[in-house]
């Protein structure tokens, strides 16, 4: 089971909860993630403030994986839940995803995102037809350099259906002694660094992110524990 919570610097919050439990053929996990956005002025078409909104954005996973020797496979069915102002939407979509260790040392991982995903408005306005909005897949390739010295190095690439361009990371982790580890990694030219402390059945972990915005940083700490 494990849990985390993010501040970001503008003021929001996110936080994700889930669990995975072993079936006789594999592994079955549920989650949720939730971002709060904070609050923001609302205003009339005379640009006066008339009360507040808030950004609000709920995703809820049932997942589901086996191993099958070097290789895994996996799927997650998510629902979601979005509201920004006094607009509210709710949808869903697939996620698939294999690993393969290609050598001992070499793991190669696909994932495509949000098969048949897309929102569907739940308010009724004047003059507009309510119909699912679909979303376009997003696929994701990563392979991970697995050394027997306590280090580890990563690359990945996204691939975003609806943009021409490509976004791309990579990260390192190293165990500095058994029951301690940090790593940095780097996404879409933003920084991040974190550490992990494994104190018996439990990981502890601090993270921090740059955010590109407002030139600070996201601070997410999390716990997770074996029973």
């Not at 971002?35 to 589901?64: H, M, T, V």
């Not at 799927?75 to 995803?97: L, P």
């Not at 280090?151 to 058994?178: C, M, Q």
Request: hydrophobic share 40%; charged share 15%; aromatic share 16%.
């Amino acid at each position: 089971m494990g849990m985390s919570g993010t501040r970001l610097l503008y003021g929001g919050y996110a936080g994700f909860v889930g669990m995975a439990f072993n079936l006789p053929t594999g592994v079955m996990g549920i989650g949720s993630y939730t971002l709060y956005g904070g609050s923001f002025a609302r205003r009339d078409l005379n640009g006066f403030k008339n009360g507040e909104c808030i950004y609000l954005a709920s995703a809820f996973y049932l997942s589901y994986g086996v191993s099958l020797g070097v290789s895994s496979f996996g799927f997650s069915f998510k629902g979601m839940y979005e509201r920004n102002g006094n607009s509210t939407f709710a949808g869903g979509g697939v996620d698939v995803g294999t690993q393969v260790y290609v050598l001992p040392i070499l793991k190669v991982g696909l994932t495509i995102q949000d098969l048949g995903g897309g929102m569907y408005p739940l308010d009724s306005r004047l003059g507009e037809r309510k119909r699912y909005n679909m979303s376009y897949p997003t696929l994701r390739l990563g392979i991970a350099l697995i050394t027997n010295r306590n280090f580890t190095l990563s690359v990945s690439g996204i691939k975003h259906l609806d943009r021409s361009t490509f976004g791309y990371g990579a990260g390192a982790e190293y165990a500095i002694v058994k029951w301690a580890s940090v790593y940095i990694g780097i996404h879409d030219l933003v920084f991040s660094a974190g550490l992990t402390f494994h104190v018996v059945q439990f990981d502890v972990s601090y993270a921090f992110t740059l955010d590109t915005v407002s030139k600070g940083f996201n601070h997410t700490a999390s716990v997770a524990f074996l029973f």
